[in-house]
């Protein structure tokens, strides 16, 4: 199941709570095992209203807010959440640190990738 995202995109997403979460998509990497991981980071906020595409003010408001550190999570645990594109946000190499710790962990096997629910995490 892939939920169609690219790297670079601000996403929202209906928390279990009725809240709204908010998350950028760093990178996306494919898996030995045919799935796809997805390095994400959270925005440090959630809203009781739903943040629309077109609501660029409330969009521009939200990549002021402080970003969680970086998490890499399978692809299926994020569709499974319903991720809606508001917004995007450039990856830049310095925003990429926590991801290049992971991913050299990942390679020698000493990290894996969550297969918790994103609301979870």
Request: hydrophobic share 40%; aromatic share 10%.
């Amino acid at each position: 199941m892939d939920p169609g995202l690219s790297e670079g995109d601000i996403c929202t997403y209906l928390r279990s709570d009725g809240s709204w979460g908010f998350f950028w998509v760093q990178r996306i990497d494919a898996l030995p095992d045919g799935r796809d991981a997805m390095s994400l980071r959270k925005f440090d906020t959630h809203t009781s209203e739903e943040v629309l595409l077109e609501h660029a003010a409330d969009v521009a408001e939200l990549k002021a807010v402080r970003l969680l550190g970086h998490f890499p999570i399978v692809s299926t645990r994020v569709a499974e959440a319903g991720p809606r594109v508001i917004g995007r946000m450039p990856v830049r190499e310095e925003d990429l640190e926590g991801y290049r710790i992971w991913r050299e962990a990942f390679d020698k096997g000493e990290a894996g990738v969550f297969t918790l629910a994103l609301e979870e995490i």
